[in-house]
């Protein structure tokens, strides 16, 4: 659950619910970031989907309110930001052999397109580099801590903002095509990050 | 390495002991009412001499008895039975129950290590164990971490340990163990976290290790000859593993070796494949990186390679190499012919002489496979399509329709043979994919994939992402296919009864006819079957086991579906998630005929 005041939520939601966006009454600066998802997106989840309304762009990368990452899809559901490209690039490479396919799950660990319905930033940061244990009787599951791996650490945000638009219902069971160019600064982190 | 083997022959503790196969396990396989080896026989033919059960009356089969393991993951290879006594293990925590059938298959002993939780990250694609084997009155078992046990078969006392490798490395194991004479050959897994793999020995009776051979490496570390060890006829030459990766990127080379291994005691050599190249990303490891994707032929007293044949060079795809090789003696070209057959992940059917490691037959075993247009003979090499390469299209491209997908067109489920209708009898996966690589970087212990892969079923195909076939491995064809909705992720068992028996996903326990593939007989269990069909004779009746347990690499996509099933991608009609069909479990269930 995000920490959205009841009233934002209220309203966001009942803009969704009169049926997709009107922008007219949206401030204009705000237009320009708001979502333009596929019409036909069927998962659509109202609370998700308003809390990860993006209230800033800096370089290429969207934040929410509270200044977390966040996705940004266009075009109805055609274009998306790079970090959420990048996002569903890493996750098919580091996170799908245990959580499955599109973020669905396996028989051995949990989906996370459900996770981040109820996982915040700092908590899935959290979990991401110290990992988690359900040991008991019925159940192994066991998963490692990715502090000191490069190739999941520097992308974590791309992650976070892929598996947020899943969570959110805003993109679907699919590959990102049209995407927003990498920005400067990301190419930049990753050139530091990765390093020596 | 090969010093210290000399050093033990001195001392006297291989000379103690005849230079023959195994007595025990010898006389075990030669008793079709047990089953002491995963693979059924040495030869991994996988076929059993009973023909009580056949086929005209399998239709009649009835479950005999269930038995719970309590482990709820993926369930792979099978029990065993020796005497009277049943041999069951589960994934990870790796317990072993001996079952007395002789007492309603009361439990006499259970061992259950001790290990630690972290291995089960360490391990890619579930915590599978694809069983245990029997020699000299004890039960091997080669756990997660790495640690190789010998159980008193009698009391489930521990009779020592070793430990095989190191899991904070990403080193751990999936596989079962190969007893061989006075010693027992195990693999390891790890490829996924840039392990340099490798086979070692250690003697039955007291755990101690005989020789290491690698994978990848220089040449004391492959227990090589460079004059005498043969590629396709020729020596292989000085560092022919090194020589073909750039700087130290051997060292961090994969070519793991967790698959089935055979054994022909004639020939007095012991066969198996070795996996992936780390990464999967080619671009970052220039060269045909040798010997990954490669069968080896070894002498199992020195570990040194006889022969060896890459089948994949600098591998674009994941096509590990480490499917059974199944040793049978058929006529090819009208002469009587040592074979060896082998059904890779790349698609290939390979026939060879497994005495010299010559190549005879190297065929698609699904037709949709489509990154090779086929094999030069003389060369070995594959041809690739340019358009499915992933290491010229490059990184950062997605390169598409590629078939079949990194699972292979066939994974572990092993393949049987029937020498009465001289047919491999293969569990297939129909699956094709998209594979995008990347850089990325090294860290011990970490996972180094570099690729972000998407699978699906075989486009314009029957819409399932499976096959059951028949093929002839003389000639290279398929007699006859079945198609399966869900990839064929069991082991088959064939018999002499005329019955082939597999199981799906689903949880079916199939029973076809071996010459002409109609089902005869099939049963849903309560979770998908990953498991080998086994059989087994007790007080004159035949009992057809196997377990179920839905998991493995099988239980990551194909339980949430591949791909969204409304996308179509060329599926022909409708297919939903595995999970609509099955949920996890962890049971053997044994069938037998009625009474009377």
Known sequence: MRYTKKSALRTAAAVLALGMISTAAVRAEDAALANKLDPNAKEIDDKVLAASAAVKVEDGKYKDKDGDPTFHIVNDGKKVDWFMYSGYRRYHAECHVCHGPDAMGSTYAPALKDSLKHLNYSEFMGILAGGKQDVNSSDQKVMPAFADNKNVMCYADDLYVYLRSRAAGAWGRARPGEHEDKPDSAKATEKDCLGG | ?596
């Open chain 2, 1 to 596: 390495m090969r010093a210290v083997h000399l050093l033990a022959l001195g001392a006297g503790i291989a000379a103690a002991t005849p230079a023959l196969a195994n007595e025990s396990v010898l006389k075990g396989i030669a008793n079709p009412a047990e089953q002491v080896l995963q693979t059924v026989d040495y030869a991994n033919t996988r076929y059993s001499k009973l023909d009580q059960v056949n086929a005209s009356n399998v239709k009649n089969l009835q479950v005999a008895w269930t038995f719970s393991t309590g482990v709820l993951r993926g369930h792979e290879g099978s029990p065993l039975v020796v005497g009277n006594m049943m041999y069951v293990h589960t994934p990870f925590p790796n317990i072993v129950y001996a079952l007395d059938l002789d007492q309603g298959s009361k439990i006499v002993w259970k061992y259950e290590p001790k290990q630690d939780p972290s291995v089960i990250p360490v391990m890619c694609c579930d915590t599978v164990n694809r069983g245990l084997a029997y020699a000299d009155n004890a039960i091997l078992l080669h756990q997660a971490d790495t640690t190789l046990v010998s159980l008193d078969a009698k009391t489930g006392k521990v009779n020592w340990s070793v430990k095989n490798g190191d899991p904070s490395k990403g080193e751990t194991n999936t596989a079962t163990v190969l007893p061989v004479k006075d010693k027992v050959i195990v693999g390891i897994s790890g490829g996924e976290f840039g392990v340099q793999c490798h086979v070692t020995a250690y003697n039955l009776k007291d755990g101690k290790k005989a020789w290491r051979a690698y994978s990848v490496g220089t040449d004391d570390q492959l227990l090589v000859d460079p004059e005498k060890t043969t590629d396709l006829g020729k020596p292989i030459g000085k560092d022919s593993s090194i020589k073909t990766w750039e700087g130290d990127q051997w060292k961090t080379g994969g070519g793991c070796t967790w698959g089935w291994y055979s054994y022909d005691p004639k020939l007095d050599l012991f066969y198996y494949g070795s996996g992936n190249p780390s990464t999967w990303n080619p671009k970052q490891r220039p060269g045909d990186n040798k010997w990954s994707m490669t069968i080896f032929a070894r002498n199992p007293d020195t570990g040194k390679a006889k022969w060896v044949y890459q089948m994949t060079p600098h591998d674009e795809w994941d096509f590990d190499g480490i499917n059974e090789m199944i040793l049978t003696d058929q006529k090819i070209d009208g002469k009587e012919r040592p074979l060896l057959t082998h059904f890779d992940r790349n698609g290939l059917g390979y026939t060879l002489d497994r005495a010299t490691g010559e190549l005879l037959v190297a065929q698609k075993y699904d037709p949709a496979v489509n990154w090779t247009t086929g094999v030069d003979m003389k060369t070995g090499r594959p041809a690739v399509v340019a358009k499915y390469s992933t290491e010229q299209n490059g990184e950062d491209v997605n390169s598409k329709g590629i078939c079949p997908a990194a699972l292979g067109s066939k994974d572990q489920q092993p393949a049987a043979y029937s020498p009465k209708t001289e047919l491999f009898y293969v569990p297939t996966n129909h699956v094709c994919m998209d594979y995008e690589p990347f850089k990325v970087s090294y860290t011990p212990g970490q996972p180094y994939v570099g690729a972000t892969l998407s699978m699906y079923p075989a486009p314009n195909s029957h819409g399932g992402m499976g096959n059951f076939i028949a093929w002839d491995g003389k000639v290279g064809k398929i007699k006859w296919s079945n198609p399966e909705q869900f990839s064929a992720w069991g082991g088959a068992l064939a018999t002499a009864g005329d019955v082939v028996f597999y199981g799906t996903l689903e949880g079916y326990l199939k029973a076809v006819d071996a010459k002409t593939g109609k089902e005869l007989y099939k049963f849903k269990t309560p979770s998908g079957i990953i498991g080998n069909v086994m059989t087994y004779e007790h007080k004159g009746k035949q009992f057809i086991a196997v377990l179920s347990g839905v998991g493995g690499w099988a239980g990551i996509g194909l339980a949430a579906g591949l791909t969204d099933p409304n996308a179509g991608l060329g599926a022909v009609g409708g297919y939903a998630a595995l999970s609509s069909y099955t949920n996890l479990g962890g049971q053997l269930t044994a069938f037998a005929l009625p009474n009377n």
